[in-house]
C-alpha cells in the first residue's frame, strides 16, 4: 500500500507480483492513487458479509484461474467492484463457453467442437477433419495444446487423455488448426478500445510469448481493433488480451479472449509512449468511480 494512514481507493488482486503487476502497481504510486495488493492465498469472506460502506475497486491480476474466479466472486459478495467481473473472468476461462459466446455473438471464430468423452472426440474429428487441435478447456500459455495430424494421432493422445483422473480432463475441445502465416496477434482491450496491437510469431506452431514467441508492432488494426472490441464486449470484459489468427485468404479470426491481460510482449512492442499499465489503472479508476 502506498505510505501513509489515506483508506485505500482501489485493490489490486494477485498472489504473484510478477513484471506487469509491477508495472501497475508503479502506475498507481506514479499517479499517488492510494492502493492496497491483496493476495490471493490468504483471502477470505463470508457469504453474507456485513454492509460497512464503499469498497475499493479491485483489479484482478490473479494468476489462478480458479483463484481469479472465486476471489472475484468473493470480493463481489463484499460490496467490491471487480474489474474483470467474476462472471467475465469465469466465462473467458472456459474454452468452450467463450467459443459459443462468441458465435452466439456473430463474430468469426474457427470451427469447434466439443465432445463429453474421448470416444465421442474420435466420431467428432471425423467431422471436423484433420489437422485438428485438441486444447484443455481450461488453460493457457498453450499448455497441453496438442496438434492433431491424423485419426492415428488423435488415438493414442485420446487414450492418455481418458486415462487422466479428473472427469474434467475427458470432455474434449476440438477445434480445425487454421493454415496461419507463422504468427497469430493479441489485442489489448480496455475500456471499449484497442490499446494496442502485436503479431507474435514463433519457430513453433504455438505462438503464446510463454513459449519464447517474439513480438512485433502491428501498425494497422482498422479491421483486426473493432473486431477485438466485439470479443470483449461479448464475453463482458472490461479489461482483455484477445487472440486472433488469419486464415489462409489473411481474414482475421478470434481464437481467445483473456481476462487477464498480460502485456509484457505487448508494452516491448508497443515502446513506452503507450504504457499499456496506466490504461490498465484508467479502466480501474473508472470502475471505482462507477
Known amino acids: 500500500m502506498t505510505a501513509g494512514a489515506v483508506a485505500p ?3 489490486v488482486l494477485a498472489s504473484r507480483v510478477r513484471a506487469d503487476e509491477k508495472r501497475i502497481l508503479a502506475a498507481l504510486e506514479r499517479r499517488g492513487v492510494p492502493y492496497v495488493q491483496l493476495d490471493a492465498r490468504t483471502l477470505h469472506g ?3 458479509p456485513a454492509a460497512d460502506g464503499p469498497r475499493p475497486a479491485v483489479l484482478n491480476r490473479e494468476i489462478s484461474h480458479t483463484r481469479a474466479v472465486y476471489g472475484a466472486e468473493l470480493l463481489e459478495a463484499a460490496g467490491h467492484r471487480v474489474v474483470n467481473s467474476a462472471a467475465a473472468t469465469a466465462l473467458c476461462g472456459d474454452k468452450w463457453r467463450t467459443s459459443t459466446t462468441l458465435a452466439a455473438a ?3 471464430t474457427p470451427r469447434t467442437v466439443l465432445a463429453l468423452t474421448p470416444g465421442a472426440a474420435l466420431d467428432a474429428l471425423e467431422e471436423l477433419g484433420t ?5 484443455p478447456l481450461v488453460g493457457s500459455w498453450g499448455r497441453l ?3 492433431v495430424p491424423d485419426r492415428e494421432t488423435a488415438e493414442a493422445l485420446l487414450e492418455y487423455v481418458a486415462a487422466l483422473p479428473s472427469p474434467q480432463s475427458h470432455v474434449v475441445y476440438l477445434q480445425e488448426l487454421v493454415d496461419k502465416p507463422g504468427r497469430d496477434i493479441r489485442v489489448g482491450v480496455a475500456g471499449g478500445e484497442v490499446i494496442g496491437a502485436v503479431y507474435r510469431h514463433s519457430a513453433d506452431w504455438r505462438t503464446n510469448v510463454a513459449r519464447g514467441a517474439w513480438v512485433e508492432r502491428c501498425v494497422d488494426t482498422g479491421v483486426i481493433g473493432p ?8 464475453v463482458g470484459a472490461r479489461i482483455a488480451g484477445v487472440d486472433l489468427i488469419e486464415d489462409a485468404d489473411g481474414r482475421p479470426q478470434v481464437l481467445e479472449v483473456n481476462a487477464g491481460l498480460e502485456f509484457s510482449g505487448l508494452q ?3 515502446g513506452e509512449d503507450v504504457p499499456v499499465a496506466d490504461r490498465l ?7 471505482g468511480a462507477r
Do not use: C, S, T
Not at 473486431?227 to 461479448?234: N, R
Not at 489503472?281 to 470502475?287: C, K, M
Open 46 to 48: 463470508f457469504a453474507h
Open 227 to 234: 473486431l477485438a472490441v466485439a470479443a470483449a464486449a461479448a
Open 131 to 135: 489437422p485438428a487441435v485438441i486444447k
Open 106 to 108: 456473430g463474430l468469426p
Open 281 to 287: 489503472v484508467d479502466e480501474l479508476l473508472a470502475e
Open 145 to 147: 495444446v496438442a496438434r
Open 268 to 270: 516491448e512492442a508497443l
Open 9 to 11: 481507493r482501489v485493490a
